[in-house]
């Protein structure tokens, strides 16, 4: 074999060429040695005991040292961490004994100050002319820069880029490892799954901006990672919902107790681009002792026990219980179903007497929507007038209520002369009162059945009349034109403001049944009647209470000045035939223990 050896000029012009000649095993140790140190992979040889005979530049350049000759007779506890050489050293025993090779192995050699890096390595069994194993011989590929890549894609897949918090999919994951864990042993102990929704964020996104919004969440969910233990996990599912995964608790109270803690911390305003915002979160809650199948059903609950939180106010919390789902599904289906009832007139009026406190003699009725479902039975508004709200069928119904009811009052006036100017209240949304077609309405349905205006309220709640300020006016106005009455529904649980109720012509103000069904239970809750009855005199308004049950409640209110009442007492409120079946039977007389038991 030779070996041409060639020499350049200055300018890299070839000068002249020597031929050497050298022995055969130089030749093929050279080679060896050539394509070693040119290979980009670590390459090492070691003998029976893993000592190192030889090891390539790359090697060397791993371990540190300047040239490969100073690793031969050393071993890796030399230069890895014990941990490390000990498995690479039980590796090895088992090629020796075995004579397989360990293919394409992914490790993480860890160096003793603590650095590591991923190597891919291939180890084989290195063995004699005769066949005898001499030892072993590896090749090692550094893939860290995949490892970071791949670990990076991970951290994306699971991990939230904004918030740096696990997303849905590792919230889920770790979730599932829960129910594989209760799944396992039946002793397991209780988890819950706590949603998150923040209530003011979209008003925050629109008025600051997003980046603004960005800021928000980032620091609100710095806030909520105080509230928790470190086992816990909090986690993003997007927008501004937020879940939360407690393990290991007792009861229901240390769920709620953390809830608690979310709703206190972050009650204090948030500084965001030296403006100051306030955020409150609604939180639902479900435990793990309802028993779930599945990750998706507690979390399909506890996403509905938010909304129902919500929907009861902001900044509250509630647990899941058995019939929300339910609701909730129910919920869906009722608008389709709406559409439907309408036509179909299974929305009906149900009559509620009101009554003079100081006669018992009937003034009036209160028409309350029911809904005569084909499959469902009674529906109560409290269930669907809020859909009918959002989805804006309440106008509709609104006007379908006022026709029944202003035609059979009117035809009860006309059949028994003693009942010819009967009262007849009907509800009115705020949604109703938004879309502006009250007055309307109500001047059509007047003209078409001949009902006397001054027989005519529409009862409105505080709350709807003070969020519709600028259209109510405009309607109140001209009901009042019209003289068609107006009362206050659920008075005192709004916010009313004094100034504005001064400016409205109403002429009475309905106490929320809520007051009166506490009033004589605490001395403060009468005080809040007595302070509503005056306020209403002061403003040369009536006063109606609602949901009357006792006696006692009743001579309370009289005490105080209330004149007019409805409630369970006199009567609930009933289907046409019923309240026909009441007029016939009483002539403006008072309620008596047998009036009453008759129409049960
Ligand atoms: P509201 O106008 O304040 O009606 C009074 C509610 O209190 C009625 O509930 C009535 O059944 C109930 N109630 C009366 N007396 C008593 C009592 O002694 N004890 C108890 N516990 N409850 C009593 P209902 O019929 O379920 O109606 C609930 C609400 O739904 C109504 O509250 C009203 O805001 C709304 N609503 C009913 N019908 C209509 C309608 O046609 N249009 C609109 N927009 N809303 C309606
Ligand atoms: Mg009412
Ligand atoms: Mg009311």
């Known amino acids: 074999m030779r070996r041409r050896a060639s020499c350049k000029t200055a300018e890299g012009e070839p000068t002249s060429e020597v031929v050497v000649e050298i022995p055969r095993l ?23 005991d893993s000592r190192f ?96 890549t791949e670990e990076q894609l991970q951290h994306r897949a699971f991990y939230d880029p904004l918030t740096d918090l696990p997303n849905r999919a590792l919230f889920t994951d770790r979730l599932q490892h829960l129910f594989q864990r209760a799944r396992r042993s039946l002793g397991s102990p209780l988890f819950a799954v706590l949603y998150l929704d923040l209530d003011r964020f979209k008003a925050i996104n629109d008025s600051l901006g997003h980046q603004a919004g960005d800021e928000f969440l ?53 500084e965001v681009r030296g403006c100051e915002a306030f955020t409150s979160v609604s939180v ?31 900044g509250r919390h509630q ?11 129910f919920a869906l289906h009722l608008e389709t179903d709406l559409r439907r009832a309408v036509e179909r007139e299974e929305i009906v009026p ?50 379908w209520m006022l026709a029944k009811a202003c035609r059979q009052v009117r035809e009860w006036q006309c059949k028994y002369s003693r009942w010819s100017t009967l009262g007849i ?9 938004s879309q502006g077609g009250v007055a309307a309405d109500v001047e059509r349905v007047l003209r078409a059945t001949g009902l006397d205006p001054q027989c005519l309220t529409l009862e409105i709640t505080e709350s709807a009349l003070m969020d519709n300020l600028s259209v109510g006016a405009g309607v109140v106005q001209r009901l009042h034109a019209m003289s068609v009455g107006l009362h206050l529904d659920d008075f005192g649980t709004g916010y009313s403001s004094l100034a504005y109720l001064h400016s409205f012509p109403v002429q009475a103000l309905k106490i929320d049944r809520s007051f009166i069904n506490r009033m004589g239970r605490a001395p403060h809750q009468s005080a809040i009647v007595k ?45 046409a035939d019923q309240a026909e079946r009441l007029l016939d039977s009483s002539v403006a007389r008072p309620f008596t223990d047998d009036s009453r038991s008759s129409l049960r």
Request: aromatic content about 6%; hydrophobic content about 40%; some cysteine.
């Open 26 to 48: 130089e030749v093929e140790t050279f080679l060896l040695e050539t394509l070693m140190d040119n290979v980009p992979d670590a390459i090492y040889f070691k003998d029976r």
């Open 53 to 148: 005979t030889s090891i390539n530049r790359c090697q060397a350049a791993r371990f540190g040292i300047a040239s490969p000759a100073l690793a031969v007779g050393r071993t890796d506890f030399d230069f890895f961490t014990d941990e490390h050489a000990a498995q690479a050293r039980r590796d090895e025993q088992e090629i020796i004994r075995t004579g397989q090779p360990l293919v394409n192995v992914e490790e993480k050699e860890t160096l003793p100050n603590g650095e590591f890096r991923w190597v891919s390595t291939t180890k084989l069994p290195l063995r004699d002319r005769k066949g005898n194993i001499v030892g072993t011989c590896g090749i090692s590929r550094d893939i860290t820069e995949r490892k970071k």
């Open 218 to 270: 980032i620091i609100t969910a710095r806030r909520l990672n105080r509230c928790l233990r470190p086992g816990d996990t909090l986690a993003r599912f997007g927008g501004d919902e937020f879940t939360v995964l407690l393990d290991d608790i007792h009861s229901e109270a240390d769920a709620t107790g953390v809830a608690d803690r979310i709703h206190r911390e972050l009650a204090a305003p948030l």
């Open 284 to 314: 639902g809650i479900a435990l793990s002792s309802a028993g779930y199948e599945c990750p998706e059903d507690m979390l399909r609950d506890a996403d509905t026990a938010m909304y129902r939180a919500k929907a009861g106010g902001r």
């Open 319 to 329: 647990v899941f219980v058995g019939d929300m789902h339910q609701r909730a599904v």
């Open 350 to 399: 149900y009559y509620q007497p009101l009554v003079d406190l100081d006669t018992g003699a009937v003034v009036g009725f209160e028409a309350l929507a029911r809904w005569r479902h084909p499959t469902r039975g009674m529906v109560m508004p409290d269930l669907f007038i809020p859909v009918a709200e959002e989805t804006g069928m309440v106008g509709m119904i609104g006007e």
């Open 425 to 433: 209240s009907v509800n009115v949304s705020g949604r109703q009162l």
């Open 531 to 575: 302070a509503i009855v005056s306020l209403a005199h002061n403003l040369g308004m009536d006063v109606v209470a609602e949901g009357i049950e006792t006696r006692a409640q009743v001579e309370a209110l009289r005490a105080l000045g209330c004149r007019r009442g409805q409630g369970f007492l006199f009567s609930e409120p009933l289907p």
